[in-house]
């Protein structure tokens, strides 16, 4: 099977104005840097970003020899409430196929959640607007039969993004909506192990590649 996944990579000419870079002083050279686009507490930015990588990524399948109908989304984190605000939220030309969530941040409410995503995102709107909070709370935001299929990946004992009041709440909500919807809780390895290997801090690292391979191989061809 042959899909194309979509790793949020595609920068508006708004969020470049937002840049900044850091050094990376943990890397090999010392100096490497790394260049991140901040909303600067204006959720259009990088929903803006988004959809216009869904939208790019489909105007050229067929120069790219992709099937547009088989797109996902992915990301990690902070990035997950991005990739689970374009499956709720999104028109269907630019909601991807399928999602991918590594440990997400799904609710705006930053009592069970982290409270940096839901301030970069929300801004000061968030204290004073609590219907703005629960729309992009994004477990109240599944649509049945909308909402693309996901797949959840994160650890039982994260401390930076509540597993019960994120991921296992976007995976109830998908399955009260009726969607599909997997989930894989590893038991340990905390918060942002991303691919890293047993070596380096995630011992379940060949389990999660199994699991998440599995089910992209079992993803219905369109």
């Known amino acids: 099977m042959i899909f194309f996944l979509l790793m949020l990579t595609a920068i508006t000419a708004s969020a470049q104005s937002t840049a ?7 890397s090999s050279d010392g100096l490497s840097e ?12 990088p929903l803006s970003d988004a959809y216009q990588a869904m939208r790019t990524v489909r105007d050229s399948s067929a120069v790219w020899r992709i ?5 996902g989304i992915m990301g990690f984190s902070a990035s997950e ?3 689970s605000s374009v499956s709720t939220h999104a028109e269907a030309a630019v909601r991807p196929d399928f999602s991918i969530l590594f440990y997400p941040v799904i609710s705006m409410d930053e009592r069970i959640s982290h409270k940096g995503s839901c301030v970069n995102f929300l801004g000061e709107e968030r204290n004073t607007n609590k219907k703005l909070v629960e729309e992009w709370s994004n477990d ?9 299929r996901a797949i959840i990946l994160m650890s039982f004992d994260d401390k930076v993004v509540p597993p019960v009041t994120n991921g296992v709440a976007y995976y109830s909500a998908m399955s009260k909506a009726g969607n599909e919807c997997t989930m894989h809780i590893y038991p340990t390895a905390g918060h942002g192990w991303g691919f890293r290997d047993a070596a380096h801090g995630f011992p379940y690292h060949d389990q999660m590649l199994n699991d998440l391979t599995c089910w992209l191989n079992r993803l219905p061809s369109k």
Not at 140 to 148: C, D, F, M, S
Request: proline fraction near 8%.
């Open 34 to 45: 790394l260049t991140s686009y901040l909303p600067k507490k204006n959720r259009n930015i």
């Open 67 to 71: 099937n547009k109908e088989d797109v």
């Open 140 to 148: 109240k935001a599944v649509r049945p039969n909308l909402t693309p």
């Open 81 to 83: 409430h991005l990739a």
């Open 20 to 26: 900044r870079k850091f050094v990376l002083k943990n």
